[in-house]
C-alpha cells in the first residue's frame, strides 16, 4: 500500500508541476506558430492589403424595437497597415441591396486578435468586429481573418481573404512564394 500511495503522490506533483510550468509560459504573451517553431507576433501591418470578404447574419430592419432580418454582404476591403481601412461593400438586409463605401479602423494585437470598426452612412452609424487572424502567409502576412459582430441586438460575421495575384500583366502565371502548381488533370 505504501508504493502505491507514493507512486500516486509523485504523479500528482509531476502533474501540478506541469500544470505550473505550461501556466507561466501562457502568461508570458510568448505565442507560438502551430508548428512550434516560430514565434507568432502579429500588428496592424500584419494585415496590410486587399482582401475579399463574405459574411451575414441578423440585423436590426429599422430603428429600435425593429425585429431582426437577415442580411449578407460581400465586399473588397482595403486596410493599409497603419489602422486604418476602406470597405467597398454590397449589402442585402431583408433582401433589400445597397452598396456604399465605408471607412474605419483596425487594430491587431500581438497575439493576432484585434478591433474593426466601420462608420456607415446610416444607423447605427458605427459597426464594431472582434477579429482574429486566422492563416499567416510567411511569418509576417496575414492571410485569411475571421470577424464576429459586437454591436448589441445583431449577429454578424465574416471571414475575410487576402487577394493574391496569379497572373502577370504579360499573361504568365506566377506563384506566391512557396507555392508550386499541382499536377493538371
Known amino acids: 500500500m505504501a508504493t502505491r500511495q507514493i507512486v500516486v503522490r509523485t504523479a500528482g506533483v509531476v502533474l501540478m508541476a506541469g500544470a505550473l510550468i505550461a ?7 510568448s505565442e507560438t506558430s502551430a508548428d512550434g517553431e516560430r514565434p507568432i ?7 496590410e492589403g486587399r482582401y475579399a470578404v463574405i459574411g451575414g447574419g441578423f440585423i436590426p430592419g429599422g430603428a429600435p424595437p425593429a425585429p431582426l432580418v437577415p442580411d449578407a454582404h460581400m465586399s473588397l476591403m482595403t486596410l493599409d497597415g497603419a489602422g486604418n481601412l476602406t470597405d467597398r461593400v454590397t449589402l442585402s438586409g431583408n433582401g433589400e441591396v445597397s452598396r456604399e463605401v465605408a471607412q474605419g479602423t483596425y487594430t491587431i494585437n500581438a497575439d493576432c486578435r484585434g478591433e474593426l470598426t ?16 486566422a492563416e499567416l502567409q510567411g511569418a509576417a502576412k496575414g492571410k485569411e481573418f475571421y470577424a464576429i459582430g459586437t454591436v448589441p441586438g445583431a449577429v454578424d460575421t465574416f471571414t475575410a481573404k487576402r ?5 502577370t500583366d504579360d499573361g504568365v502565371q506566377s506563384f506566391p512564394q512557396g507555392v508550386l502548381p499541382g499536377p493538371r488533370g
Open 23 to 29: 501556466g507561466a509560459r501562457l502568461g508570458t504573451g
Open 41 to 47: 507576433n502579429c500588428g496592424n501591418a500584419t494585415l
Open 118 to 133: 466601420i462608420q456607415t452612412p446610416g444607423p447605427p452609424f458605427q459597426l464594431t468586429w472582434d477579429l482574429v487572424v
Open 163 to 167: 487577394i493574391q495575384r496569379m497572373w
